[in-house]
Structure formats: C-alpha cells, structure tokens
C-alpha cells in the first residue's frame, strides 16, 4: 500500500477477531509510533501492551474502578466493562508522560503522544493489521490509571485495540473544502 493510499484509506474497525499483530508487526508498529513529530526530542510518551489474560484483568481494573465511585452498579454495567477489553486479542494503552521544559507544554507533548497513537494506527492498517483508538470514561479514571502503573505526570491518551476486522466499513473521503479557508492573499 503506498502511503497516500494508506492516508486516505486507513479506517477504524471497531469488531476486531483474532489474530493478534505478531511480534515483527508490533514491532514496526511501534517504531512507527516513535516517529511521531516530537517538540524537543522529548518522545513523551510510553506504551501498555495487554493481551491474553491481561484483558481480563484489564477488565476487572474497570469493575473495581467504577466499583469505588458507584457502589452498586449494575450486573449488566459490571459485564460490559469485564467485556470491554476482551473486544480485540490485543491492547496498546498510550500513554502521555508530560515532562517540565520551558519550551514544550503540556499540550504539545500530549500532541505529540497523539501522534504517536496514529502511527500505530497507520503502521497497524498499513500491514493488514486492523485497530480502533478508544478513549471512554476509564482512560480517565484516575484509580484505573493507578492500577496501570501510571505516575502523577502521566495521562491515558487512548486504548488501541488490535486485530482482524471481519469487514472494513466503507467511509467516504471528506471533501477538505469546508474545513480549508484561505487567509491573508490580497
Ligand atoms: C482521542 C480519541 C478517542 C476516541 N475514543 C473513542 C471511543 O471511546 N469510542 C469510539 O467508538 N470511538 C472513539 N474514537 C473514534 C474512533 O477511534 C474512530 O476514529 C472513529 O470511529 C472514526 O472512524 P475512522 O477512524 O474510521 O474514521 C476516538 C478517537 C480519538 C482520536
């Protein structure tokens, strides 16, 4: 696939089967990943990898987070969140480390963590690899960033979820017209 293809055709697949991307396809995944345009050389950012047993214990952070701010959720709310991560053999957490500099906020680092977690996404579709980049109340959770490992200067950009897609959804391609204005030619 050349990498204009790759650009305009990349999509989320939300129902993702096994398999899980192989050790030589996460690898080029990652190193895409820190290739994302970094202010500072900072590479601010860190990655989770969990498959296997590790969603289900993923699953459990989930139920015993939501757990500590609502005492009695429901057995239908406590299934779907032990569910939530078994939907892909294999999770990429991203996570931002924000470091001090006096050149680089916040923000641009947590851009640059962005940017990484779409360089999994293009490496991962680019090699037949099929992913969706998930977000949702527990990547802001602060007891299940606790459970993960995470320190005081970091911050859950996303859960990448990876697999087989049964089908690619067919998206139309924007037209850039509505989002592009020109500005400033006399
Ligand atoms: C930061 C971020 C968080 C997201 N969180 C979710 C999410 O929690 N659930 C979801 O269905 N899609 C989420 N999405 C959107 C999907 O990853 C995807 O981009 C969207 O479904 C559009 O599909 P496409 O990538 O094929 O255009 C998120 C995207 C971003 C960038």
């Given at each position: 696939?050349?990498?204009?293809?790759?650009?305009?055709?990349?999509?989320?697949?939300?129902?993702?089967?096994?398999?899980?991307?192989?050790?030589?396809?996460?690898?080029?995944?990652?190193?895409?990943?820190?290739?994302?345009?970094?202010?500072?050389?900072?590479?601010?950012?860190?990655?989770?990898?969990?498959?296997?047993?590790?969603?289900e214990k993923l699953g459990q952070v989930f139920v015993d987070a939501a757990r500590a701010e609502q005492a009695d959720i429901s057995e239908q709310e406590v299934q779907k969140l032990l569910n939530a991560p078994l939907r892909?053999?294999?999770?990429?957490?991203?996570?931002?480390?924000?470091?001090?500099?006096?050149?680089?906020?916040?923000?641009?680092?947590?851009?640059?963590?962005?940017?990484?977690?779409?360089?999994?996404?293009?490496?991962?579709?680019?090699?037949?690899?099929?992913?969706?980049?998930?977000?949702g109340a527990m990547?802001?959770n602060?007891?299940?960033?606790?459970?993960?490992?995470?320190?005081?200067?970091?911050?859950?950009?996303?859960?990448?979820?990876?697999?087989?897609?049964?089908?690619?959804?067919?998206?139309?391609?924007?037209?850039?017209?509505?989002?592009?204005?020109?500005?400033?030619?006399?």
């Amino acid at each position: 696939m050349n990498a204009l293809d790759l650009l305009l055709k990349r999509v989320s697949s939300p129902v993702l089967d096994e398999p899980a991307p192989t050790a030589e396809q996460l690898d080029l995944i990652y190193r895409a990943a820190l290739r994302a345009p970094d202010h500072g050389g900072l590479r601010p950012y860190r990655f989770l990898q969990i498959e296997g047993d590790g969603r289900e214990k993923l699953g459990q952070v989930f139920v015993d987070a939501a757990r500590a701010e609502q005492a009695d959720i429901s057995e239908q709310e406590v299934q779907k969140l032990l569910n939530a991560p078994l939907r892909a053999p294999l999770i990429i957490v991203a996570i931002a480390s924000l470091q001090p500099h006096p050149k680089v906020p916040a923000v641009e680092q947590q851009l640059a963590a962005g940017c990484a977690a779409h360089g999994i996404l293009l490496a991962a579709f680019a090699q037949g690899v099929d992913a969706i980049w998930r977000s949702g109340a527990m990547a802001f959770n602060s007891q299940v960033m606790t459970r993960l490992g995470l320190e005081a200067n970091e911050q859950i950009i996303g859960f990448i979820y990876l697999g087989k897609a049964r089908k690619h959804r067919v998206v139309p391609c924007p037209q850039p017209g509505e989002f592009v204005q020109k500005w400033g030619r006399r």
